[in-house]
């Protein structure tokens, strides 16, 4: 059965710098469009990047310039966070666009 297992989240200070990982189990993913969302408490779940088979990145608004999403050829999606800031605090789930999968989620918290 096909799986996404995410890892990299935990607690960071203001300014500070984390990297996710998404390991996807099977082969078919890579060529489909994956993205990082996250969800902060009574919030919405938001998209905070994806990046197509051919590499082509989109990012949200509030963290353009901060983050940066790639992929290697082995099915993981990795999620760069720098300058990070209590308003990133949230639980980050990787995404396959346009399908079903989702992972179970990394917590990320930002704070002094």
């Known amino acids: 059965q096909a799986q996404l297992v995410e890892s990299g989240g935990g607690l960071v200070q203001p300014g500070g710098s984390l990297r996710l990982s998404c390991a996807a189990s099977g082969s078919f993913f890579s060529s489909f469009t994956m993205g990082w969302y996250r969800q902060a408490p009574g919030k919405q779940r938001e998209l905070v990047a994806q990046?197509?088979?051919?590499?082509?990145t989109n990012y949200g608004d509030s963290v353009k310039g901060r983050f940066t999403i790639s992929r290697d050829n082995k099915n993981t999606v990795y999620l760069q966070m720098n300058s990070l800031k209590p308003e990133d605090t949230a639980v980050y789930y990787c995404?396959?666009?346009?399908?079903?999968?989702w992972g179970q989620g990394t917590q990320v918290t930002v704070s002094s």
């Open positions: 995404h396959v666009v346009q399908t079903t999968y």
């Open positions: 990046i197509t088979s051919r590499g082509t």
